[in-house]
Nanobody, 128 residues
Framework: VQLVESGGGSVQSGGSLRLSCAAS????????MGWFRQAPGKEREGVAAIDSDGNTNYAPSVKGRYTISQDNTNYTLYLQMSSLKPEDTAMYYC???????????????????????WGRGTQVTVSS
């Protein structure tokens, strides 16, 4: 099982990037998948997740700037990042499956699974 991220790079503050995560039909059979990031010296942080119904959830720090989406034909997960800030600098990873939590019909949060699959990451660097 492989998850392969791409699309990272170096941009100036206010710029945009689109990350891709090439997966497989097996991975896309899971209900929930998403993106995480980790900056040097900091803990890993959940960024965004999407479930098989297309419901999405975002960390407060990226809400309104990032958009997660999936292509069920090509088994690719995307993360469109706009209005990037220096504090967005990190290694970005895609992961599946995730535990996704709902408050009635609202996709309220998500977390990784111990037995989940992870890509090797793609570096995003935002300069001021």
């Amino acid at each position: 099982v492989q998850l392969v991220e791409s699309g990272g790079g170096s941009v100036q503050s206010g710029g945009s990037l689109r990350l891709s995560c090439a997966a497989s039909a097996y991975i896309f059979s899971y209900h929930c998948m998403g993106w995480f990031r980790q900056a040097p010296g900091k803990e890993r942080e959940g960024v965004a997740a999407i479930d098989s119904d297309g419901n999405t959830n975002y960390a407060p720090s990226v809400k309104g700037r990032y958009t997660i989406s999936q292509d069920n034909t090509n088994y690719t997960l995307y993360l469109q990042m706009s209005s990037l800030k220096p504090e967005d600098t990190a290694m970005y990873y895609c992961a599946a499956p995730l535990d996704c939590y709902y408050n009635e019909d609202d996709f309220s949060s998500f977390s990784p699974r111990r037995e989940g699959y992870w890509g090797r990451g793609t570096q995003v660097t935002v300069s001021s």
